[in-house]
């Protein structure tokens, strides 16, 4: 029986220290570690609005256009931790980093996600006075995206 509700912490960040290239590497065939330092992740997926608007018509009309996504997600701050490192270095380099978001485990027959090589746009690490370091970052798709379901 398919699962009729997810929970936030079923969703899985994972990593691989391998590109997605779309042929020897795909989502189905790279090496993925769960990153398990995840606070909080958001999805924005939208549309663009392209304009179909035309004389004959009394209103305007619209149609959805090419896809925008972008990941927010809240780390723990640990350097040191393998998927944390690699973000990081992804960042500083401006490098890709290959990265799945899944509603579970990645290699769970059924579960889907968004699997992409990402750019990393932002890392932010506030210092708040009386809270563990938490490390906010924005991906956006730098190449291979896919939405994903686990085979």
Do not use: C
């Not at 009729?4 to 795909?26: E, F, I, P, R, V």
């Not at 968004?114 to 750019?119: E, L, R």
């Amino acid at each position: 029986m398919a699962k009729q509700y997810y929970y936030g912490d079923d969703n899985t960040l994972n990593y691989s220290s391998t590109l997605l290239d779309g042929s020897a590497t795909t989502p189905a065939t790279a090496t993925w570690s769960e990153v398990q330092i995840v606070r909080d992740e958001t999805h924005d997926d939208q549309a663009s609005e392209i304009d179909i608007s035309s004389r004959e018509s009394s209103v305007d009309l619209g149609a959805p256009g090419r896809r925008k996504i972008s990941i927010d997600i809240d780390l723990i701050y640990r350097p040191g931790d393998a998927g944390f490192d690699a973000i990081e270095t992804a960042y500083q380099t401006r490098a890709a980093v290959a990265l799945a978001m899944m509603n579970g485990d990645i290699a769970t027959a059924g579960n889907k996600g968004k699997a992409a090589n990402w750019s990393v746009l932002k890392m932010s690490t506030p210092k708040p006075l009386r809270d563990v370091l938490v490390t906010s970052i924005t991906l956006v798709p730098y190449s291979q995206y896919e939405d994903y379901t686990a085979a």
